[in-house]
């Protein structure tokens, strides 16, 4: 099982996700040229991608998914909100409200909290291993916690640094709805989180949803990482995803 992101911020999103008999996106928010060639750039043919998973409408998430469906014809895995919200009728397409099982990869749904119609989270499973993917969020729920927990690897917003945010330029009404129970993961809550999350089966973390306004790669990286010592955690690999850049691969 393995995964990388092709792209991740407030301009556009995506993410690469492989199991031996599963090739998936997680999001198309860049547009569809753009996936294509950055699949391309990682030796995997688009037109090899079965599924999409939605984490939600908004448009950094869903901008070249149309056009995607249209050349590639994947299945797209969705709640009936977001496709409503999205405004155009998916023609292959399946509802996921609740966990599943497809071929080889287990989808588990976390329910996020965002101010779109509908929003979800997810952990992917395959062959005893896992990977945690949350984006978009304003908390996590203590009844999620469980399923959460000590996995392999975490795709985690880390959105804002909360001061860059109330001192920067953005209007006073946008500022409050990002702190919201409906907007995104500050660094802190996003530390705060994972420090609670991560067990002895974690290898990997890539913070993703970087706000390039109200945030910088190395102030994430720096909350993230003396929160996890404040506690006596360390987990070997912790990386920063970027707007237009591809990680290199996670394998586990």
């Known amino acids: 099982m393995k995964i990388c992101v092709l792209a991740s911020g407030s301009k556009g999103n995506s993410s690469y996700i492989e199991t031996e008999g599963t090739r998936s996106l997680v999001d198309i928010g860049m547009s569809a040229g753009y996936v294509s060639k950055a699949l391309k750039s990682i030796d995997v043919e688009p037109s090899s991608i079965q599924r999409v998973f939605i984490t939600h409408a908004h ?17 797209v895995y969705l709640t009936k909100k977001m496709e409503e919200e999205i405004g155009f009728d998916i023609e292959d397409k399946v509802y996921i409200d609740e966990d599943m099982k497809i071929f080889d990869l287990s989808v588990s749904v976390i329910k996020t909290s965002h101010d779109a119609s509908d929003s979800n989270g997810y952990v992917f499973s395959s062959n005893g291993k896992s990977i945690v993917y949350i984006t978009d969020t304003g908390y996590i729920h203590v009844k999620n916690f469980p ?11 880390s959105n804002h640094d909360v001061r860059m945010l109330k001192e920067g ?5 946008l500022q409050q709805r990002i702190l919201s129970d409906k907007g995104h993961l500050s660094n802190k809550d996003s530390a ?31 909350t993230l990482i003396d929160t996890l010592e404040d506690k006596g955690i360390r987990v070997p690999n912790i990386e920063i995803a970027y707007q237009k850049e591809i990680t290199e691969f996670v394998e586990i």
């Open 59 to 75: 448009t950094d998430h869903v901008a070249g998914l149309k056009v995607f469906l249209k050349k590639y014809h994947p299945t």
């Open 147 to 157: 399923k959460l927990s000590n996995k392999n690897v975490y795709v985690f917003e």
């Open 169 to 173: 330029r953005y209007p006073y009404y």
């Open 192 to 222: 705060y989180y994972l420090s609670n999350f991560i067990g002895d089966n974690t290898s990997n973390i890539i913070l993703i949803h970087l706000s390039e306004e109200n945030n910088k790669p190395e102030i994430a990286l720096k």
